[in-house]
């Protein structure tokens, strides 16, 4: 394993949740994080900026840029990578954690939901990674990590939110595909999914039930950092769930990780 130490990170969504943990997971080792996303003002509604989400970056130990970006904007998303290139040198690591969920079956889902879901989660991981690709390709250790799930055919995953599933299904083929076409570079590109619900604010609008039988976001950024931390050339092309990746690293213990210790918890979606 290596150290993220001068590394440069471009997260997407990085203002809250997992995007965040993993951002301040990264930053403790020195890495020079990437914050992106589109909140640049809190309110009560949506909380949590760019521009706190770099001060907790800088506190923790790492250097950050804030950059306000709508990834479904190509020009935008190139334009935010040459600033990351030009303020670090480069890119070291690319996670691509912005996502849009509607759990709508298929009427209830309007079409422009429905365009949202896939601007956002199948053609945003699509874009970012097709800008940061040059970049990494000089790096010495690169990686682009997706979070989203293994591909499971199962009828049960697309029967109450086709849309849904196929918008985060097509961030999972983007790592099947990437994966086999970067492979003489050099360059990782895997996904991450965690083994149970996550404590977000998805979580708690989608399923707030789940909430105190969730993890905390921390669990995400351990096994994300493991991840990326590993030798680029032969860590590629895995569909890697969180607790299991913990496990290989000689976790054990997972208790420190549930929003409420002791409580039975609930599996993600996608998981048989």
């Known amino acids: 394993m290596t150290s993220l130490k001068d590394k440069t990170v471009f997260i997407t969504g990085a ?14 080792d020195g890495a020079n994080i990437v914050v992106t996303g589109k909140t640049v003002e809190s ?37 935010a990578v040459k600033a990351a290139a030009d303020r670090f040198g480069g890119i070291d690591v690319l996670v691509n954690n912005a996502s849009a ?38 790096a010495a250790n690169p990686h682009i990590l997706t979070l989203s799930p293994p591909l499971n055919m199962n009828p049960k ?28 570079q050099g360059i990782a590109v895997n996904s991450l ?40 050339r032969s860590t590629t092309g895995n569909f890697y769930i969180d607790e299991e990746v913990l496990r290989s690293q000689g976790v054990g213990d997972f208790e420190r990780y549930a929003v409420k210790p002791g409580t039975r918890l609930f599996n993600d979606l996608f998981l048989d």
């Open 15 to 28: 203002t809250r949740g997992i995007g965040r943990e993993i951002a301040l997971r990264f930053a403790r």
């Open 101 to 138: 969920i509607s759990m709508t079956g298929t009427m209830a889902t309007p079409p422009k939901r429905y365009d949202l879901m896939h601007q956002i989660d199948a053609r945003g991981t699509f874009i970012c990674s097709q800008a940061c690709i040059p970049l990494l390709a000089k």
């Open 193 to 232: 999914w965690p083994r149970t619900t996550i404590a977000t604010a998805a979580v708690e609008v989608f399923f707030p039930e789940a909430v105190a039988g969730s993890r905390k976001p921390a669990i995400m950024a351990d096994a994300a950092y493991a991840i990326v931390t590993r030798d680029s």
């Open 43 to 79: 309110s009560a509604k949506v909380k949590g900026t760019i521009h706190e989400t770099a001060e907790q970056v800088e506190q923790s130990g790492g250097r950050a840029l804030a950059l306000q970006l709508d990834i479904r904007d190509e020009n935008a998303v190139v334009a």
């Open 157 to 184: 995953w697309f029967r109450d939110h086709v849309a849904y599933t196929m918008a985060k299904y097509g961030m999972s083929m983007c790592t099947l595909g990437m994966s086999a076409e970067l492979a003489p």
